[in-house]
């Protein structure tokens, strides 16, 4: 079995931090990505953009060519998005969905014919995946479900081939979407026509879902523990909030009073 590793969103927080552990760790790294990492890195890097099939087939086959096969595959590439669900433009919601969700897709159903024996694949979804969504952050939430909802299916398909999936599902991680969060909140309460929304009050909620976060070589290293795992679980979660828990637990009809006095 070779050592060679597919990682999607390489020179993001994450993916980069990820792959950069791997190298360290011995395994060959195939980094794709729609931009080059800004900093140095060690692994080969593919420029590619997991929304276009074209680019998606050119790293294909240079990387059947170099490596010929994989042990693994693992999903990074994603965005972050904070709108209304009544107010944003229809080509920003269908993006989200191309990149956070069909994007996996795309690359899993290409890149598969490459797996090797017991080859495994991991996708990092978001600690909101299980949960009920919060006002203006649904739509990233419902793609992020989405997401975990395909991976389960997925797993429960290509364990028939010998494969396996593994969801990484992290909480606040201290990489760029920290501040992308932080900017969409800011645009969105200013460009909004419909909602009276107090930025303040928003940000507090905001803030505190993101007042603990971790490394993003953390996630690195639960993602080599996983490939290294000889029976890997499903579901790995790391850094998840404990009041979006708390609030979860609640009636929705809990819920929807609580955040309407917060944001009122």
């Known amino acids: 079995m070779s050592l060679n590793i597919l990682v999607t969103g390489a020179s993001g927080g994450m993916g980069f931090a ?98 090797e024996p017991k080859g495994r694949i991991i996708i990092t979804t978001s600690e909101l995946s299980p949960l009920d969504p919060l006002p203006f952050t649904g739509l990233y939430g419902i793609t992020k479900t989405a997401l975990e909802r395909y991976a389960y299916s997925l797993r429960m398909e290509i364990q028939l081939l010998g494969y396996s999936v593994s969801v990484i599902r992290p909480g606040a991680v201290h990489t760029p979407l920290l501040q992308v969060s932080t900017n969409r909140l800011d645009s969105f309460c200013e460009k909004t026509e419909l909602y009276s929304c107090n930025a303040a009050r928003f940000h507090s909620i905001v803030d505190r879902v993101e007042s603990h976060t971790v490394l993003p070589q953390a996630i690195g290293k639960l993602a080599l523990r996983i490939l290294r795992s000889e029976k890997p679980r499903y579901v790995y979660n790391i850094n998840r909030n404990p009041l979006l828990r708390l609030l979860n637990l609640l009636p929705h009809s809990w819920q929807t009073r609580i955040i309407h006095r917060i944001l009122q």
């Open 18 to 115: 990820t792959c950069q552990i791997l190298v360290a760790s011995g395994y060959t790294v195939y980094g794709l990505d729609n931009q080059q990492p800004d900093g140095p890195f060690s692994f080969r890097f593919l420029p590619a953009d997991v929304t276009d099939s074209a680019q998606l087939e050119a790293a294909y086959t240079s990387i059947k060519e170099e490596a010929g096969s994989l042990r693994a595959i693992l999903h990074f590439a994603g965005m972050y998005d904070l709108n209304s669900l009544v107010e944003i433009p229809e080509h920003e919601f269908i993006r989200i969905f191309d990149i956070n969700l069909f994007g996996v897709y795309r690359v899993n159903r290409l890149f598969l014919k490459l797996l």
